[in-house]
Nanobody
Framework: QVQLVESGGGLVQAGGSLRLSCIAS????????MGWFRQAPGKERTLVAQ??????YYQDSVKGRFTISRDYTKNTVYLQMNSLKPEDTAVYFC????????????WGQGTQVTVSS
């Protein structure tokens, strides 16, 4: 079992930056692929970025603006979000999956990010 707790959301003006954090507890943090998802009102939850041993993946709409990273000493994964746009407004979720599976099975409670124009 893995417990995930996000923080760092808030209200920011367009063009601004935020850094989300997700602290993991429970089983070995390094065993898991970590991802950040987001869900805007009335829309499906989508994968924004994920990080694994061999690299990382980004949704096209955030490439060049968002950076995912992890600190194994702190059991924490981060999402640095720069040049934020109103369309980035959503609830952001941290999630974890086994590297041998495509399914994310552990989820945080979510943190709200609101970008004003």
């Amino acid at each position: 079992q893995v417990q995930l707790v996000e923080s760092g959301g808030g209200l920011v003006q367009a063009g601004g930056s935020l850094r989300l954090s997700c602290i993991a507890s429970g089983r070995t943090f390094s065993d898991y692929v970590m991802g950040w998802f987001r869900q805007a009102p009335g829309k499906e939850r989508t994968l924004v970025a994920q990080i694994y041993w061999s690299g990382s993946y980004y949704q096209d709409s955030v490439k060049g603006r968002f950076t995912i990273s992890r600190d194994y000493t702190k059991n924490t994964v981060y999402l640095q979000m720069n040049s934020l746009k109103p369309e980035d407004t959503a609830v952001y979720f941290c999630a974890a999956r086994n590297p041998t599976s495509a399914e994310y099975v552990y989820w945080g409670q979510g943190t709200q990010v609101t970008v004003s124009s």
